[in-house]
């Protein structure tokens, strides 16, 4: 399968509004103001109304058609008719907005283009794709639009037509070189292999007959394994026009999440595409590793709460002078560390990314260059290169810095102390024990440190155990090895001699049910393939833990009114303390001073008032007015992120409405400084931004439609703050 280079500015926009208004991170850089008008809101109306039919796809019409305008009369399905309007209005509507946008990175595209064009030669990839698919060789050309924004996760996706496959599109911007010319092989893998579904050869088809069975984990097992298969035959084929690539399964994450099943698949696949084995051999290969055990241990992700209780019950026990414990702590110990570290490196990597619209010329000129460097594309990707060029020390103390003073914003007050204890464990200055004791303990913004890739629901628990020296409570959640020799312990009987694993058997990868370190608690008896009980239970989903940045204190208000002088008027404010106390006090503290913050401008910890001198820097008629933002481009912030109070009923419907503004949307934590008064009803707004007060004054009132109306900048000259704490 090849492809053809095409470009639409109508796709363009799609995907960039599509990202823009639902799957744009917080950290990075803000498109179209927030918050959005109704007109271009009206976009994410319409792609609901499609989501259903077209699922994961973009209709091919949306490419085809030359305008926004002429979306609508290219969609033939009459399902997406309704739909297709409201997003063509809104895409009018954001088009002077941000097509010169989308225009400055058109030399972006000719380079990854070209990029492109010198990895992926169809002589070269096209027989050895085919091949390993197990699908005959094909002359079918796919059109491939590299875009500059495209919605994240993944980046990538497909173009269809009633079904068909027509084209794919992926983010230049985000992915690039060698790891664009992998994202790209493996679009095209998934494409060929959906089109030849009816050749018995074909590789999902082959392990559909090898692997039967119809149970939620049989099914998800054949999935999983597809996926990595087609991952590591992508990384494998750009490998071999780049021996340094480091293949997008291991820097995006697919070996980290099912290290299990990765490894099966590593040890019989990765010979076969090395040319040292058949694919028919490889296949049978992991088969019958396969069916050692359940599905579902392959499936399921590792439980870093087991892997806490081995090592502690393990110390405990040593502790206590039991020498087997000793011995099987220290054998096991080099390869945990291992485990840890390379978790922890790549979730650094993928932290790093936060700084993407941080100004680089507010930091010293090594971390600028290093920050300037991991924002080249993904910052996974960017992250071991730059470690390998500048050494893990260097790079780490640069990620310190990075996260203690500018990327304190976006949870780097936690990422510092990781970070650092990482880089004092790699130049050797902290002991095996000691890193994995603070692996397991410290915790970044949203919990454990381990939450990228495990399930760490348990975690807390064991934890808690632990400081409590529960015993009983980490041996519940041990795996099965450890929680014998606890009990021989605690009998005080010699644990009986069992074959000792070889020291590749105590990594994540390749331990078996009930082995120290394998990373699950269950008896090994649950995994037998023909007995597991739950074979046939919904695949166990993790869910990953969102901390609201809930500040430790409150101060509460019976009232607060806050009067905002402006060069057009004064503006006062009846703020809720009762709906919204935690903004209310965050608000008032900024306006008197008397919560801290840092200047945007510089950097560097703030004086006095914050909204004094400040601007109102967006002003949209008959809709809103939006301030507090130091540096008046719509990015700034007060250094910090606060609490978002969106509470029950309505807010939004009644004009003159203050709010906080958030930079991605509900659940996005990206409230800080900026607040916005609504100049008209806005119900569209409502459960997306936490209301805290209202303009009553009627004169008031007409000022803010005359700043909503005024062409230059309005500014707050200085702000009167009336509040009585509540006693």
């Known amino acids: 399968m090849r492809i053809n280079h095409a470009r639409s500015a109508t796709l363009d926009l799609f995907l960039v509004m599509q990202r823009e208004l639902h799957d744009r991170f917080s950290f990075e850089t803000m498109l179209l103001p927030r918050p959005p008008v109704p007109a271009v809101a009206a976009f994410w109306d319409g792609f609901e109304s499609w989501a259903p039919i077209v699922r994961n796809n973009v209709p091919a019409a949306v490419a085809a058609a030359p305008d926004p305008a002429k979306l609508v009369d290219l969609i033939d399905d009459a399902r997406l008719a309704a739909g297709a309007e409201l997003i063509a209005t809104s895409m009018a509507a954001a088009e002077p907005t941000l ?87 493996t679009l095209l893998a998934w494409a060929h292999l959906i089109e030849t579904r009816d050749d018995p050869a074909n590789l999902s088809v082959e392990l559909a007959r090898r692997l039967p069975g119809s149970a939620p984990y049989q099914r998800r097992l054949r999935v999983l394994l597809t996926k990595i298969l087609v991952e590591m035959l992508a990384g494998n084929l750009v490998r071999a026009v780049r021996p340094d690539h480091r293949p997008c399964f291991d820097v995006l994450g697919s070996q980290w999440r099912y290290p299990r099943l990765f490894a099966i698949a590593q040890r019989h696949w990765t010979r076969y595409l090395r040319g040292d084995l058949g694919r028919a051999e490889a296949m049978t290969g992991m088969v019958d590793d396969l069916a050692a055990y359940s599905p579902r241990w392959f499936v399921d992700h590792i439980d870093p709460s087991s892997l806490a209780a081995d090592f502690y019950l393990l110390e405990w026990m040593a502790a206590a002078g039991n020498r087997e414990a000793e011995v099987r702590l220290a054998r096991w110990l080099p390869q945990l560390c291992a485990d840890l570290a390379g978790h922890l490196d790549i979730a650094i990597g993928s932290e790093l990314g936060h700084f993407s619209r941080m100004p680089l010329d507010l930091c ?92 760490v629901q348990d975690m807390p628990t064991v934890l808690d155990a632990q400081a409590r020296t529960d015993v009983e409570t980490l041996a519940s959640h041990a795996s099965t090895a450890v929680r014998k020799l606890f009990r021989h312990h605690q009998a005080q009987i010699p644990a009986p001699a069992e074959e000792s694993p070889n020291w590749f058997e105590l990594s994540l990868r390749q331990a078996r049910p009930g082995m120290l370190g394998c ?203 009336t509040a009585t704490p509540t006693t």
């Open 364 to 455: 010293a000129p090594p971390l600028a260059e290093f920050l300037g460097g991991i924002g080249t594309g993904d910052s996974r990707v960017a992250w071991p290169g730059l470690r390998a060029e500048l050494g893990h020390a260097t790079a780490l103390e640069l990620a310190r810095q990075a996260f203690a003073g500018p990327g304190v914003e976006f949870g780097g007050m936690a990422w510092h102390p990781i970070t650092e204890m990482v880089g004092r464990y790699v130049t050797g200055a902290l002991p095996d024990r000691v890193f994995v004791d603070q692996c397991f303990t410290l915790e970044h913004n949203n919990g454990s440190v381990f939450d990228k890739f495990y399930d």
């Open 99 to 185: 097509m010169p946008i989308i225009a400055r990175h058109d030399a972006l595209r000719e380079r990854a283009a070209a990029a492109l064009d010198e990895l992926l030669l169809p002589d070269q990839y096209l027989a050895p794709l085919c091949e390993a698919l197990g699908t005959p060789p094909t002359t079918r050309t796919l059109d491939l639009h590299l875009v500059p924004f495209a919605p994240h996760t993944p980046s990538v996706g497909y173009l269809a037509d009633n079904g068909a496959l027509t084209g794919l599109y992926v983010d230049c911007n985000r992915f690039r070189g060698t790891t664009m010319a992998d994202s790209v092989l």
């Open 519 to 721: 990373g699950n608690r269950a008896e090994p008896a649950e995994f037998d393939p023909m007995r597991d009980p739950l074979l046939r239970s919904p695949v166990n989903v993790r869910r990953m833990r969102v901390r609201a940045p809930i500040p430790s204190t409150l101060t509460t208000y019976r009232s607060a009114r806050v009067v905002l002088h402006t060069t057009l008027g004064d503006i006062e404010l009846d703020l809720w303390p009762d709906r919204a106390p935690y903004t209310v006090d965050n608000f008032v503290g900024l306006a008197t001073g008397s919560r801290e913050w840092s200047d945007p401008q510089t950097g560097k910890p703030g004086e006095g008032g914050f909204y004094d001198g400040t601007t109102f820097h967006r002003r949209v008629p008959d809709f809103v007015i939006t301030g507090g933002d130091r540096r008046g481009t719509g990015e700034g912030s007060a250094g910090y992120r606060w609490f978002e109070e969106i509470g029950p009923g309505p807010v939004f419907d009644q004009p003159f409405r203050v709010a906080m503004l958030n930079r991605a949307g509900p659940g996005s934590g990206s409230t800080g400084s900026q607040f916005f008064v609504t100049a008209a009803p806005a119900p569209h707004l409502e459960g997306s931004y936490a209301g805290f007060g209202e303009v009553v004054s009627e004169t008031c009132r007409q000022i803010v439609l005359r700043i909503a109306e005024s062409p230059d900048l309005v500014v707050i000259e200085s702000v009167t703050v």
